[in-house]
Protein backbone atom coordinates (compact mmCIF):
# COMPACT_ATOMS: atom_id res chain seq x y z
CA UNK A 1 0.00 0.00 0.00
CA UNK A 2 1.69 3.66 -1.07
CA UNK A 3 1.27 6.69 1.87
CA UNK A 4 -1.32 9.28 0.61
CA UNK A 5 0.01 12.10 -1.29
CA UNK A 6 -0.25 15.59 -0.51
CA UNK A 7 -2.67 15.79 -3.47
CA UNK A 8 -4.76 13.39 -1.82
CA UNK A 9 -4.43 14.75 1.59
CA UNK A 10 -5.26 18.16 0.32
CA UNK A 11 -8.37 16.60 -2.06
CA UNK A 12 -9.90 14.96 1.24
CA UNK A 13 -9.04 18.26 3.39
CA UNK A 14 -10.84 20.37 0.59
CA UNK A 15 -13.89 18.20 0.77
CA UNK A 16 -14.10 18.32 4.50
CA UNK A 17 -14.02 21.82 4.24
CA UNK A 18 -16.78 21.99 1.53
CA UNK A 19 -18.99 19.44 4.22
CA UNK A 20 -18.20 21.48 7.53
CA UNK A 21 -19.42 24.55 5.06
CA UNK A 22 -22.41 23.34 3.21
CA UNK A 23 -23.89 21.34 6.04
CA UNK A 24 -23.76 23.71 8.13
CA UNK A 25 -25.34 26.53 5.72
CA UNK A 26 -28.20 23.48 5.66
CA UNK A 27 -28.65 23.21 9.07
CA UNK A 28 -29.14 26.96 9.42
CA UNK A 29 -31.08 26.89 6.89
CA UNK A 30 -33.30 24.53 8.55
CA UNK A 31 -33.35 25.90 11.78
CA UNK A 32 -34.02 29.13 10.35
CA UNK A 33 -37.51 27.14 8.90
CA UNK A 34 -38.54 26.50 12.65
CA UNK A 35 -37.75 30.03 14.01
CA UNK A 36 -40.56 30.83 11.38
CA UNK A 37 -42.74 29.07 13.76
CA UNK A 38 -42.22 30.98 16.86
CA UNK A 39 -40.95 34.28 15.47
CA UNK A 40 -43.99 36.49 16.18
CA UNK A 41 -45.66 34.59 18.51
CA UNK A 42 -43.03 33.25 20.81
CA UNK A 43 -40.26 36.13 20.56
CA UNK A 44 -38.08 34.72 23.75
CA UNK A 45 -38.26 31.47 22.24
CA UNK A 46 -37.28 32.77 18.55
CA UNK A 47 -34.27 34.65 20.70
CA UNK A 48 -33.18 31.37 22.14
CA UNK A 49 -33.18 30.17 18.47
CA UNK A 50 -31.19 32.62 16.97
CA UNK A 51 -28.61 32.75 20.34
CA UNK A 52 -28.17 29.12 19.25
CA UNK A 53 -27.41 29.39 15.49
CA UNK A 54 -24.74 32.14 16.06
CA UNK A 55 -22.05 30.36 16.75
CA UNK A 56 -23.06 28.26 12.98
CA UNK A 57 -21.24 31.27 11.29
CA UNK A 58 -17.83 30.62 12.65
CA UNK A 59 -18.21 26.96 12.01
CA UNK A 60 -18.85 28.37 8.30
CA UNK A 61 -16.16 30.10 8.31
CA UNK A 62 -13.57 27.22 9.40
CA UNK A 63 -15.01 25.20 6.87
CA UNK A 64 -15.06 27.94 4.00
CA UNK A 65 -11.47 28.72 5.24
CA UNK A 66 -10.16 25.11 4.70
CA UNK A 67 -12.03 25.08 1.35
CA UNK A 68 -10.26 27.98 0.48
CA UNK A 69 -6.82 26.88 1.90
CA UNK A 70 -6.53 23.77 0.01
CA UNK A 71 -8.16 24.78 -2.82
CA UNK A 72 -5.21 26.89 -3.24
CA UNK A 73 -3.07 24.15 -2.28
CA UNK A 74 -4.49 22.43 -5.40
CA UNK A 75 -4.16 25.00 -8.21
CA UNK A 76 -0.39 24.94 -6.96
CA UNK A 77 0.27 21.41 -6.93
CA UNK A 78 -1.41 21.75 -10.82
CA UNK A 79 0.80 24.47 -10.91
CA UNK A 80 -2.11 27.14 -12.19
CA UNK A 81 -3.34 24.99 -14.89
CA UNK A 82 -6.35 24.22 -13.35
CA UNK A 83 -7.50 27.98 -12.70
CA UNK A 84 -7.40 28.35 -16.35
CA UNK A 85 -10.56 25.95 -17.11
CA UNK A 86 -13.67 27.16 -17.35
CA UNK A 87 -15.41 25.31 -14.64
CA UNK A 88 -12.87 26.38 -12.59
CA UNK A 89 -13.52 30.21 -13.42
CA UNK A 90 -17.13 30.12 -12.88
CA UNK A 91 -16.87 28.25 -9.50
CA UNK A 92 -14.76 30.80 -7.97
CA UNK A 93 -17.18 33.77 -9.09
CA UNK A 94 -20.03 31.53 -7.43
CA UNK A 95 -17.54 30.96 -4.17
CA UNK A 96 -17.35 35.21 -4.14
CA UNK A 97 -21.12 35.14 -4.24
CA UNK A 98 -21.48 32.49 -0.79
CA UNK A 99 -19.01 34.88 0.58
CA UNK A 100 -20.63 37.68 0.61
CA UNK A 101 -24.06 36.93 0.36
CA UNK A 102 -22.77 35.33 3.84
CA UNK A 103 -21.36 37.93 5.12
CA UNK A 104 -23.06 40.97 3.96
CA UNK A 105 -26.76 39.94 3.61
CA UNK A 106 -26.90 36.73 6.24
CA UNK A 107 -25.02 37.64 9.17
CA UNK A 108 -26.28 41.60 8.96
CA UNK A 109 -29.74 40.55 8.50
CA UNK A 110 -29.55 38.29 11.85
CA UNK A 111 -27.97 40.74 14.15
CA UNK A 112 -30.76 43.11 12.63
CA UNK A 113 -33.44 40.40 13.06
CA UNK A 114 -31.73 39.62 16.80
CA UNK A 115 -32.31 43.59 17.56
CA UNK A 116 -36.01 43.79 16.35
CA UNK A 117 -36.86 40.57 18.40
CA UNK A 118 -35.19 42.04 21.31
CA UNK A 119 -37.15 45.37 21.18
CA UNK A 120 -41.14 46.42 21.69
CA UNK A 121 -41.14 48.91 19.40
CA UNK A 122 -44.88 49.45 17.61
CA UNK A 123 -44.58 48.01 13.98
CA UNK A 124 -41.42 45.92 14.78
CA UNK A 125 -44.06 42.91 13.69
CA UNK A 126 -44.15 43.98 9.95
CA UNK A 127 -40.39 44.59 9.62
CA UNK A 128 -39.41 41.22 11.46
CA UNK A 129 -41.64 39.55 8.91
CA UNK A 130 -40.25 41.82 5.62
CA UNK A 131 -36.35 41.06 6.88
CA UNK A 132 -37.66 37.24 7.72
CA UNK A 133 -39.13 36.66 4.14
CA UNK A 134 -35.81 38.43 2.94
CA UNK A 135 -33.31 36.14 4.74
CA UNK A 136 -35.37 33.36 3.79
CA UNK A 137 -34.61 34.08 -0.23
CA UNK A 138 -30.83 34.80 0.60
CA UNK A 139 -30.98 31.48 2.58
CA UNK A 140 -31.95 30.05 -0.28
CA UNK A 141 -29.49 31.20 -2.97
CA UNK A 142 -26.91 30.58 -0.51
CA UNK A 143 -28.14 26.91 -0.72
CA UNK A 144 -28.31 27.05 -4.43
CA UNK A 145 -24.94 28.27 -5.11
CA UNK A 146 -23.64 25.48 -2.80
CA UNK A 147 -25.51 22.90 -4.34
CA UNK A 148 -23.92 24.47 -8.11
CA UNK A 149 -20.24 24.78 -6.88
CA UNK A 150 -20.41 21.53 -5.72
CA UNK A 151 -21.96 20.25 -9.25
CA UNK A 152 -19.64 22.60 -11.06
CA UNK A 153 -16.68 20.18 -8.77
CA UNK A 154 -18.07 17.16 -10.32
CA UNK A 155 -18.37 17.54 -13.54
CA UNK A 156 -15.19 19.58 -14.75
CA UNK A 157 -16.18 21.25 -17.88
Given amino acids: MTSPTFLQLD ?13 TILADFVISRRLDKYILSDRPKAITI ?3 TAALGRLIG ?61 G ?8 KARLTIFHS ?3 LLIFIIFVLSILRF
Avoid at 65 to 86: E, F, P, Q, S
Avoid at 124 to 131: A, G, Q, V
Fill in 124 to 131: TNDRISTL
Fill in 62 to 122: MGAALLILTGIGMVIIYKGTIARMLWFKIKMVLVLLVILNGTLVLQRGGKTLRTLLVSNDA
Fill in 141 to 143: LEL
Fill in 50 to 52: LET
Fill in 11 to 23: LILHITGFTIMGG
